[in-house]
């Protein structure tokens, strides 16, 4: 209800499924379309936790550990994670588009400079082409643990403009000036 009343935007907790997710996406237009709001003006949002690696169970189980030290219950991983090889994390992540995200902050939670590196050359390209609309509007706002965010650069194009063909280390030291806060 605070976001109808006050809120420019809302981004749904990285600790939350996507199916409960697009639940409080459902309610959250409902209240927006009671309150005489185009739910269409609301910025909606994700913070997804990501593994990107050939490896589905190591990097399962790489997630269970992080979860099970920073929320204390392993289990939120099969939850509430996104994690393979590419073509696993673009399925995962067009779901959470078609629950409602119309922008992805995109968290690797180990190997940060590495997942980087990988969302770069594997996901980030790929991305317009998921979920409904197929990059209608669709944006990466950040990838957490190395402080790039989008610039307002417009749409999919502004992080991926950052993201194609830097490496990790160079991405360290981008300034931001201007950062979407929802």
Same mark, same amino acid.
């Given at each position: 209800?605070?976001? *109808?009343?006050?809120?420019?935007?809302?981004?749904?907790?990285?600790?939350?499924?996507?199916?409960?997710?697009?639940?409080?996406?459902?309610?959250?237009?409902?209240?927006? %379309?009671?309150?005489?709001?185009?739910?269409?003006?609301?910025?909606?949002?994700?913070?997804?936790?990501?593994?990107?690696?050939?490896?589905?169970?190591?990097?399962?189980?790489?997630?269970?550990?992080?979860?099970?030290?920073?929320?204390?219950?392993?289990?939120?991983?099969?939850?509430?994670?996104?994690?393979?090889?590419?073509?696993?994390?673009?399925?995962?992540?067009?779901?959470?588009?078609?629950?409602?995200?119309?922008?992805?902050?995109?968290?690797?939670?180990?190997?940060?400079?590495?997942?980087?590196?990988?969302? %770069?050359?594997?996901?980030?390209?790929?991305?317009?082409?998921?979920?409904?609309?197929?990059?209608?509007?669709?944006?990466? *706002?950040? *990838?957490?643990?190395?402080?790039?965010?989008?610039?307002?650069?417009?749409?999919?194009?502004?992080?991926?403009?950052?993201?194609?063909?830097?490496?990790?280390?160079?991405?360290?030291?981008?300034?931001?000036?201007?950062?979407?806060?929802?």
């Amino acid at each position: 209800r605070r976001t *109808v009343e006050m809120g420019d935007g809302f981004m749904g907790a990285g600790s939350v499924g996507t199916e409960t997710f697009a639940d409080e996406v459902k309610r959250l237009h409902g209240l927006l %379309a009671d309150a005489g709001r185009d739910p269409a003006g609301l910025p909606v949002g994700k913070r997804v936790y990501i593994a990107l690696d050939r490896n589905r169970d190591r990097a399962r189980r790489r997630l269970e550990e992080w979860f099970g030290a920073f929320y204390g219950r392993s289990e939120l991983a099969s939850q509430a994670a996104v994690w393979g090889d590419a073509p696993e994390c673009l399925e995962a992540l067009g779901q959470v588009t078609a629950a409602g995200a119309r922008l992805l902050l995109l968290n690797p939670v180990f190997d940060e400079a590495d997942q980087l590196e990988r969302i %770069a050359a594997d996901i980030a390209p790929r991305l317009g082409r998921i979920g409904p609309g197929a990059g209608a509007g669709l944006r990466v *706002v950040g *990838v957490l643990g190395l402080g790039l965010v989008d610039r307002g650069l417009g749409g999919l194009g502004g992080a991926d403009q950052l993201l194609r063909g830097a490496r990790a280390d160079q991405l360290h030291e981008l300034q931001v000036d201007q950062m979407d806060v929802c």
